[in-house]
């Protein structure tokens, strides 16, 4: 007996993943595996990784461009909730996860399977992100996970794929392990595992280098509607397209390019290099709108709020219920964040350089220090005394003492 019969196993293409095919079967006694591969935008040519899902084995292999979705119910939300993990990592990889487990939960429904399956180890966030959003679409669902209990190293998983005529990797396979989709590229291992080393510039795609970016700037205006980007440089732009536009043109100087130490779930610190040119750019400019158009209180208190939503997609409660009353918040404060942002993109830089909405809620009469100036400065006394009166109290028993 199996550990299951009919399995979904989300495929890249990739040897882990093609080599899964024959391990569920000839170890796990699974009868049938169906394998699905995503279109996030990678830039893979999938019509070659269908096949050869079905050359290890498959008995069928589907491929679903959810590139639309991915950027429209992934991306946009972190975008008004400013996402950054620990600051810096705008959540590429950890957003792609949670849509990837819907389309193998809806394909496991729809062929009848009992388990889905994926190619992650054990020591990684992945894992945790398909299993937890697995449990959350469908909780009796199994999930299989081969790679986090077969034990082989790099070259007997090769070994073991050729055994069923899986081919073993052609180009001399990249020292680094790299992910990548519309909103970026994650990068690690290899070299990068030391820490003191530098980057080597042959790892970066989408971001020149900067003694390779124009010696010029160029300006950039992002157009925001209720949060959610819309336009570059006033033309309208659909989600994929907005996406792949960003990033051409920040990548082009140099921008979104992290080298971080970073706290995964599992409890281990990784070196992680991300280059996510649009979505560093996007998260500015927007963070930027919110502060014209937000009141002081809610700009602030989204600030924490921010926090305990990326850290819910990094540690894979995408689909959960405090997620869930988040979003509610989250949309809720983005009514009023429309306008434009202009960004000033120079040499790994965006400076943001202006903002304009018609929600705006700067006040020129009351911020000029000029003869127009409106604010009524002797109010500002009793307001003062009343607002240090606890301050001053607590002073004079200190005295007193
Ligand atoms: N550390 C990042 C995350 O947990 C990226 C992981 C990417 N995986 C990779 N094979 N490089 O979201």
Redo the contacts with the bound molecule.
């Keep these: 007996m199996g550990r299951a019969k009919k399995v979904v196993l989300a495929y890249s293409g990739g040897v882990d993943t093609s080599v899964c095919i024959p391990y569920l079967k000839q170890e796990w006694g699974v009868e049938e595996v169906i394998t699905l591969a995503a279109d996030l935008g990678q830039g893979d040519e999938l019509e070659p990784i269908r096949e050869k899902a079905l050359k290890s084995g498959a008995s069928e292999s589907l491929v679903m461009d959810v590139r639309d979705s991915f950027i429209r119910d992934y991306a946009f939300p972190a975008i008004q909730a400013n996402a950054l993990y620990e600051n810096r990592?705008p959540?590429g990889?950890?957003l792609a996860r949670p849509l990837i487990a819907k389309i193998l939960v809806e394909v496991a429904e729809k062929y009848g399977a009992d388990a889905i399956a994926h190619g992650c180890t054990g020591k990684?966030?992945?894992q945790v992100r398909f299993d937890v959003s697995t449990a959350a679409l469908s909780p009796n669902l199994k999930i299989l996970a081969p790679a986090r209990e077969w034990g082989m190293s790099r070259e007997e998983t090769i070994a073991y794929g050729e055994k069923f005529g899986i081919p073993a990797p052609v180009k001399k396979s990249s020292p680094y392990?790299?992910?990548k989709n519309l909103l970026g590229r994650?990068?690690?291992a290899g070299i990068l595992e030391d820490p003191t080393v530098e980057p080597p510039e042959e790892i970066y795609e989408m971001t020149k280098a900067i003694t390779d970016t124009p010696n010029e700037p160029e300006y950039l205006e992002i157009g925001f509607d209720q949060g959610i980007p819309t336009t570059v440089n006033g033309e309208a732009k659909n989600p994929i397209e907005l996406i792949e536009t960003v990033n051409k043109i920040a990548g082009n100087h140099g921008i979104g390019r992290i080298d971080m130490i970073?706290n995964?779930l599992v409890g281990i610190k990784?070196r992680?290099i991300y280059e996510s040119p649009a979505m560093i750019v996007l998260i500015n400019a927007h963070r930027d709108l919110e502060s014209l158009t937000l009141t002081a209180d809610i700009t602030q208190y989204k600030r924490g709020i921010e926090q305990t939503y990326t850290q819910m997609i990094?540690n894979g409660l995408w689909y959960s219920p405090l997620k869930a009353a988040l979003d509610a918040f989250i949309h809720k404060t983005q009514e009023r964040v429309s306008g434009t942002v202009r960004l000033k993109l120079f040499k790994g830089n965006a400076a943001i350089v202006g903002r304009k909405s018609e929600n705006t809620l700067y006040t020129p009469d009351l911020a000029t220090y000029g003869a127009e100036d409106q604010f009524d400065h002797k109010a500002a006394e009793g307001f003062i005394y009343v607002w240090g009166l606890p301050t001053r109290i607590w002073a004079q028993k200190e005295k007193e003492n």
Excluded: M, P, Q, V
């Design positions: 990592y959540l990889t950890a990684g966030n992945d392990s790299i992910d994650s990068i690690e970073e995964r990784s992680e990094y």
